[in-house]
């Protein structure tokens, strides 16, 4: 048993410090709500933590604190957990600080900004296969999940006219998707008075969705299936073709026409370099609209995403707002008014600077790494779930991504079973506990709901930044991880020196889950928290 479980580290400190009867030292609470930085002049000695200072310090003093504070995070290149982009060259720099004051409403005043914006749209549209006849129109927002949302709401109302025209109740629309889906699905579905129809998904169908299921949860209060290009859980792409297939037949069968959004987070920035003979996109008529995050493998800086509709008639006009600046008119249809310009003039940086053959290289390169990933740990103690590695019937183990099953750069695996068997008292979630230690941020999750809740996978996201270099430390930072928890003594000196980390502010501004946790998402038959990112 560990020792620091009875020992509360507050009054560790409290009682370690010199003479602490004399009452010259601040009583603990006091203590923790003001900040005690290292700096020799000490002009940030004293400042509140969680009430403004009266009088503010100066900017040098504050950089110090806050630049010292924010050390403790971990190393954005060694953040497997996450897809968001991580690097840009320095003139990508330049020219984000150049733009970082201008704000992408203020037309007028920044029109530049403004038709750098239409052009990332028309580029991303030729991307997707925008047909030519109609016109596509399109927004930056600030990620997939404000896209998710101005993707479901132009469904939504879209639906809802039709029902009102129709004559028919339009209070009760419902929207599909896998339960594999990440949050941003779900919080459309419920901050929007949707219901969430979940189709269930199973390990054997690669933890996605089935078309064939959806089907059975579609009815004429459905406004849209959500198709998802990569999965959040273990990067396999959802078969939007077979899934507009079989919404033709239902359409023939019933005449209910349910159009497609395509959740294209990732998978919009992957599959046109990396598969190019994949359908997926606006190629496929019933795809009305797409959304992807520019941060992710649109190789931006967290903060943009878009959102495009094949035409803009699938955007209702109750959604579009017209804006009067100085004379001219823009339309906006967006969540946020206010928005940074240097995001989507640096997503612009990267379409000038990459090329399509830049992202290409890059999709390739991914793909590449992810397949040395997968199989060095195949070839351990690891069953992988992911299947960017296999290669397809009749083609050759090449470089060329559509030689394998297609997906994003994601690896997700378990221990294999025979591990398990051999070493019943190893956990799987003690393996990035320990490779934390190293550095290495890997998440282990919980499998999405359906046949398999109770797996659990490990998941490593290959970015750019993760190199083959790296690639390689990583793979022996893992084997060496878990042969050191093979014996049981290992396993427990590990576990006892890579405990959690002591975090005596984090609740500050945290919901209680005790009032809005559980209770809230079973109000509504949905899932709640507790999802992966
Ligand atoms: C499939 C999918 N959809 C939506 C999102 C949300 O994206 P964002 O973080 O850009 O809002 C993610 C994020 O990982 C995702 O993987």
């Not at 997700?412 to 799987?428: A, I, N, R």
């Not at 998941?459 to 093979?486: H, K, Q």
Request: glycine letters at 8%; aromatic letters at 10%.
């Amino acid at each position: 048993m560990s020792l620091s479980r009875h020992i509360d580290p507050e009054e560790v400190i409290q009682k370690s410090r010199d003479h602490p009867h004399t009452q010259t030292y601040r009583q603990a609470h006091e203590r923790r709500s003001i900040h005690h930085s290292w700096s020799r002049d000490e002009d940030a000695s004293g400042v509140p933590k969680y009430t403004m200072p009266e009088i503010g310090i100066p900017s040098k003093a504050a950089y110090q604190l806050l630049h010292d504070e924010t050390l403790l995070d971990g190393n954005p290149t060694l953040n497997l957990a996450s897809f968001v982009h991580t690097w840009m060259p320095e003139d990508a720099h330049k020219l984000i600080m150049e733009n970082i004051s201008k704000n992408q409403v203020d037309l007028d005043e920044y029109p530049a900004a403004t038709i750098i914006h239409n052009r990332c749209i028309s580029m991303i549209a030729s991307l997707w296969k925008a047909p030519s006849e109609g016109k596509v129109i399109g927004t930056s927002t600030a990620g997939s999940s404000e896209a998710i949302m101005l993707g479901g709401l132009a469904m939504k109302k879209r639906w809802q006219e039709a029902r009102k025209a129709a004559g028919k109740d339009y209070y009760h629309p419902n929207v599909v998707f896998g339960s594999n889906a990440q949050v941003a699905l779900e919080k459309f579905a419920r901050y929007f008075d949707v219901e969430c129809r979940l189709v269930p998904v199973k390990a054997s169908n690669n933890y996605i969705m089935d078309p064939k299921d959806a089907i059975q949860y579609i009815d004429e209060n459905t406004i849209g299936v959500m198709v998802i290009l990569g999965s959040t859980y273990t990067g396999h792409f959802e078969n939007v073709q077979e899934m507009s297939e079989l919404l033709d037949k239902l359409q023939e069968k019933t005449g209910l026409d349910i159009p497609i959004h395509v959740d294209g987070a990732s998978g919009a920035f992957i599959a046109p370099f990396a598969y190019p003979s994949l359908k997926w996109g606006f190629e496929i008529p019933r795809v009305v609209s797409i959304n992807t995050s520019g941060h992710k493998f649109g190789l931006v800086y967290a903060g943009i995403g878009w959102v495009l509709w094949r035409d803009e008639s699938y955007l209702n006009k109750d959604l579009v707002f017209e804006l009067h600046y100085l004379g001219s008119v823009e339309y906006s249809f967006t969540l946020n008014f206010s928005k940074p310009a240097a995001p989507i003039i640096a997503q612009m940086f990267n379409f000038l600077n990459l090329g399509f053959e830049g992202y290409r290289k890059i999709a390739f390169k991914d793909l590449r790494n992810a397949r040395l990933l997968s199989r060095a740990l195949e070839n351990t103690y690891f069953k992988v779930l992911s299947n960017i590695h296999r290669v397809l019937p009749g083609k050759d183990e090449d470089d060329n991504p559509e030689s394998y099953e297609p997906g994003l750069p994601v690896v997700s695996f378990v221990l294999s079973d025979g591990f398990k068997k051999d070493y019943p008292h190893v956990q799987q979630a003690w393996i990035p506990a320990m490779l934390r230690g190293k550095g290495w941020i890997i998440p282990n999750y919980g499998a999405p709901a359906g046949e398999s809740e109770s797996d659990e996978m490990l998941r490593v996201v290959v970015r750019e930044t993760l190199s083959e270099d790296l690639i390689e430390r990583l793979i022996a930072d893992i084997v060496d991880t878990t042969e050191s928890m093979m014996s049981e003594a290992g396993s427990q000196l590990l576990l006892a020196t890579s405990g959690s980390v002591h975090q005596p502010d984090r609740e500050h501004g945290r919901p209680d889950k005790a009032n809005f946790g559980e209770s809230a998402g079973e109000a509504q038959g949905q899932t709640g928290y507790a999802r992966q990112c």
